[in-house]
């Protein structure tokens, strides 16, 4: 493995710049022979880093969804220190209990979202700057495309969606102008979608009057935050006792889940004054929370996509 930081691809076609890099490993704590899991391999930017920092006995293993990112590290990483799993984060103890790896993991990463080159390539539908065909799927075998999606969904669902996942303000107007519209046509490719939601949303302050939509209906496509609620509850699990969890997430609702999870198991369990004590409330908390990093001004600057990223990193107790 010889390839550097963020040097693993060609900018015009598969550029990633990992966020919060250095502050990725210094949360996973890196132990040279230890054994970690990227749940989001994406352009192996922190996998590199990871690779970087261990011995020859040191592993790692690698998730991704998106078919693309495990052809793309099958053909620039060639590395025998680490296994690609092309599937879904949600499936993590399933998939670490075929090579025998629950509860000895040393570290788990989740770069939460969508990397560049997925809205980079026009094709792959998330991008609301450039036209292609309105896919939004990260994994290509999922059933529904954005276009199938919003066909089938009631504009009472496509409306309470944009709200809750983008906190959209305008969400019950987007979603009859969207109905209205297909009583005409299919909402085929991302510039007729982003057209049509800015005929009723004003652009904000730097944002794309598309840019709340796109998410939310990205979000309800590939069932980001249920997968990530899953895959969450299994981290425990996966790790042994001082293992590391680092979750970096792009937006509140994201953030709000990974909080929530890492405070619940932080905190022992809250016992009614004056009730018997059992042996089961005396458990000890599972996680101990170490806190957040957020990027700095540099990085914001040479990455603008890293401005809205939250890590928080948690250990095994
Ligand atoms: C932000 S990128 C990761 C970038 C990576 N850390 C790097 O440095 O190159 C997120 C990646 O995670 C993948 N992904 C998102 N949700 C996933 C899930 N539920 N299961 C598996 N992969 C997922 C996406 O397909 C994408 O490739």
């Keep these: 493995m010889s390839l550097s930081k963020n040097n693993a691809s060609t900018k015009e076609s598969n550029y990633h710049d990992s966020v919060l890099f250095n502050e990725v490993l210094k949360g996973l704590n890196i132990k040279s022979g230890g054994i970690y899991v990227d749940a989001t391999l994406g352009r ?5 880093g990871i690779l970087n920092h261990l011995d020859s006995l040191g592993r790692v293993i690698g998730f991704d969804q998106d078919i693309d990112a495990i052809k793309y590290a099958e053909i620039n990483f060639s590395d025998p220190q680490l296994e690609l799993i092309h599937s879904n984060f949600s ?7 075929k090579i025998n790896l629950i509860g000895k993991v040393d570290g788990v990463l989740m770069d939460l979202g969508i990397s560049s080159p997925q809205i980079d390539n026009a094709d792959r539908g998330f991008s609301f700057n450039k036209d292609g065909l309105l896919d939004m799927r990260m994994d290509q075998s999922q059933r529904l495309t954005a276009t199938e999606w919003l066909k089938e969904t009631s504009e009472k669902e496509i409306a309470d969606t944009l709200y809750q996942y983008g906190e959209e303000k305008r969400s019950r107007i987007i979603a009859s102008t969207i109905k209205e519209y297909q009583k005409n046509s299919e909402i085929k490719t991302t510039l007729e979608l982003a057209n049509l939601i800015s005929t009723v949303v004003k652009p904000g302050k730097n944002k794309h009057p598309a840019t709340r939509s796109f998410q939310a209906i990205r979000i309800a496509i590939n069932d980001e935050l249920i997968m990530l609620s899953e895959a969450l509850n299994q981290t425990i699990d996966a790790l042994d006792k001082g293992g590391r969890l680092a979750v970096i997430s792009f ?13 619940k198991h932080s905190r022992p369990k809250q016992i009614p004054k004056g009730l018997p004590i059992m042996m089961n409330d005396t458990q000890p908390c599972l996680l101990k929370d170490l806190g957040k990093v957020k990027p700095s001004n540099e990085e914001i600057k040479i990455n603008r996509r890293s401005r809205s990223a939250i890590l928080r990193i948690a250990e095994k107790c």
Excluded: A, P
Aim: proline share 0%; glycine share 4%; hydrophobic share 30%.
């Design 44 to 48: 192996c930017g922190h996998t590199q």
């Design 91 to 97: 499936n993590l103890n399933d998939e670490l209990n």
């Design 251 to 263: 937006h509140s609702i994201e953030d709000r889940i990974v909080k929530q999870f890492i405070q």
